[in-house]
């Protein structure tokens, strides 16, 4: 089991261009934890997704923000028109799905806005 | 509201001396208690959760509901345990996870 996987590990993108992070979770696991974290700070959870339904997004900002798990495939966390702000490590995590399950994380993406 | 504090950014030992890494948390339920750990150049892991009571790596963190508090305890460290240290709290069936800001604990020959 290859662990959770995270694309691109590193991302650059200029102000006013969209950003798309991959999360491929674990075998097996139908849940997936989107968490963010700034230079300095602890992570902060985003969104929490089963396979095509958001559970909890009360961590993602209000605008240009979006996250989805489709049916098949990774799930992807959408930044629209990104700003220098947005520049932080992006966490994905997975589990089985059971409550109080262990989460496993992946390696996270980096973005830079220029 | 739900909030996790670790008030050493740094902490810095000898090898073979005991360590603790303080964790505090604010909660009004009962909350689930986690340590993970990030070494260098690896993800982020868990190390061990309350509710296993289990001593992992020689570490353990008992929970205090009195004091609000989850420390991490080694009696003697190594070199090995240098790292990036993260309290985080889950509760009330969310199973978002709620961080502290970190503690990177460097352990000295």
């Known amino acids: 089991n290859a662990g959770v996987m995270q694309n691109p590990r590193h991302l650059v993108r200029r102000r006013g261009q969209e950003a798309r992070l991959r999360c491929s979770p674990m075998?097996?696991?139908?849940?997936v934890y989107w968490y963010r974290q700034l230079p300095e700070e602890g992570l902060k959870f985003m969104v929490y997704l089963q396979k095509e339904n958001i559970i909890d997004e009360s961590g993602m900002p209000k605008e240009r923000f979006s996250a989805e798990f489709p049916k098949e495939g990774p799930s992807i966390l959408r930044i629209q028109q990104v700003v220098r702000g947005d520049s932080a490590a992006y966490f994905c995590?997975?589990?089985?799905?059971?409550?109080?399950?262990?989460?496993?994380f992946g390696p996270g993406t980096r973005l830079t806005v220029l | 509201a739900q909030r996790v504090t670790q008030p050493e950014k740094l902490l810095s030992v000898f090898k073979g001396a005991p360590v603790e890494l303080k964790c505090n948390y604010s909660?009004?339920?009962?909350?689930?208690l986690f340590w993970y750990v990030q070494y260098s150049r690896q993800r982020l892991q868990l190390l061990l959760r309350?509710?296993s009571r289990e001593s992992i790596k020689g570490f353990t963190a008992d929970l205090n509901k009195g004091e609000t508090s989850f420390h991490l305890k080694k009696p003697f460290a190594q070199e090995e345990d240098s790292a990036m240290y993260y309290c985080?709290?889950?509760?009330?069936?969310?199973?978002?996870?709620?961080f502290g800001q970190g503690t990177r604990l460097t352990i000295n020959p």
């Open positions: 075998k097996g696991h139908s849940h």
């Open positions: 909660y009004s339920g009962s909350p689930e």
């Open positions: 985080a709290l889950s509760g009330g069936g969310a199973q978002k996870l709620v």
């Open positions: 995590a997975s589990s089985p799905g059971t409550s109080r399950d262990t989460q496993y």
């Open positions: 309350h509710i």
